[in-house]
């Protein structure tokens, strides 16, 4: 009963996803007004709507104008509820089963928002985020609050480093124009002094930066290329200045990460002024730093497992259908949905396979 439960709720979850995918991204209302075909306008009554169903009656075009229907609507509405149902074997009913309802929703609507538009709106990934890391501290789950914070920090710390390192190579090592009162150049200061100042004293400088440029209306910042060639030297020496690798890695990484996604977040609550102003004009885009530490939230250290499938899924689909502009936020939610259900599951037969 559950399963057949959790996959006819995921059906109807996945109608309503096809409304989020459609309208979030051109900032209409979600609730009003009601569905509607959009070749013809002619609203669309309940018995059009009946997932998956209503479109195979209609063998895929409108009961109205009979222009077809696209098949992607059914499509969505089929895989979230398949994923329902694959949650529901993995757990009884339970807000445990209704919080992993939640995590794949989010994350389908993500993907598809992003092989539209090639953006993943803040309001879903942070929402993701902050869902994650409530559940983890009021139920420890999936993971203790600490594990799932971490988690959040060192991913987007991690791919926030890497997009960093990218819009570097790419402009070939020019300096990058730093943004006002936050951006990138905070986010690899943050990284330098957590390497060696520890996460809490690293992080406290860069915000310090961050408070000073939006003080002086000035970026008040150290050049990427001091900040960036000296990270990595930072961590080679580190056991040479007594320190241990491992901690200067993650005091980098803890340190970086906050400054990404405190500063997603400002630009993300942040009036719009009329498009003068370039957002995050980093090779990757912090949209997939943002997705990466959401996943975090929920998957804790096994987030870095996520990115590695993601990279996977995404280059083999690269190659395989020689696509030039590839949206990395599908893959990423492949990668953290799989991490999600056999994580755990894949990191030791892993181990096993190397006879650990
Ligand atoms: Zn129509």
């Not at 993995?90 to 995590?103: E, G, K």
């Not at 009329?274 to 957002?279: A, K, R, S, W, Y």
């Not at 939230?297 to 990115?307: C, E, F, K, V």
């Amino acid at each position: 009963m559950w399963p057949a439960f959790a996959f006819i709720l995921g059906l109807v979850v996945g109608s309503f996803l096809n409304v989020v995918i459609h309208r979030l991204p051109k900032g209409e209302s979600i609730v009003f007004p009601p569905s509607r075909c959009p070749a013809c306008g002619h609203r669309l009554a309940p018995k059009d709507l009946v997932p998956v169903l209503s479109y195979l009656a209609l063998r895929g075009r409108c009961r109205y104008c009979a222009h077809p229907i696209s098949p992607r609507y059914p499509l969505v509405e089929a895989l979230t509820g398949l994923l329902f149902t694959l949650a529901a074997f993995f757990y009884p009913p339970s807000p445990q089963a209704f919080l992993t309802f939640a995590f794949l929703a989010l994350l389908v609507a993500l993907s598809f928002i992003d092989l539209d538009t090639y953006e993943l709106p803040d309001s879903l990934t942070y929402g993701l985020l902050f869902l994650g890391l409530l559940s983890a501290y009021l139920l420890s789950f999936p993971r203790p609050f600490s594990q799932a914070l971490d988690g959040s920090l060192l991913a987007a710390g991690g791919l926030g480093l890497v997009a960093g390192y990218g819009a570097f190579f790419l402009r070939r090592f020019r300096e990058g124009r730093a943004e006002v009162p936050v951006g990138p150049h905070q986010v690899h200061m943050a990284a330098l002094f957590g390497a060696l100042l520890g996460p809490g004293v690293g992080m406290a400088l860069a915000f310090l930066t961050w408070a000073l440029s939006g003080r002086t209306g000035r970026p008040v910042v150290l050049p990427d290329r001091i900040t960036l060639p000296l990270l990595p030297l930072a961590w080679i020496l580190a056991p040479y200045l007594g320190a241990d690798l491992l901690s200067t890695l993650k005091g980098s990484l803890l340190s970086a990460g906050g400054l990404a996604l405190a500063g997603g977040f400002y630009w993300a609550l942040r009036p719009q002024e009329g498009g003068g102003e370039e957002e995050e004009p980093v090779a990757m885009g912090y949209g997939d730093v943002k997705l990466l530490g959401a996943l975090g939230a929920w998957l804790g250290p096994y987030s870095l497992l996520a990115l590695f499938l993601g990279v996977l899924a995404g280059a083999f689909v690269g190659l395989a259908f020689r696509q030039r502009k590839v949206p990395f936020g599908p893959y990423l939610a492949l990668g953290g949905v799989v991490t999600f259900f056999f994580g755990e599951a894949l990191w030791r037969a892993y181990l096993g396979w190397l006879g650990l």
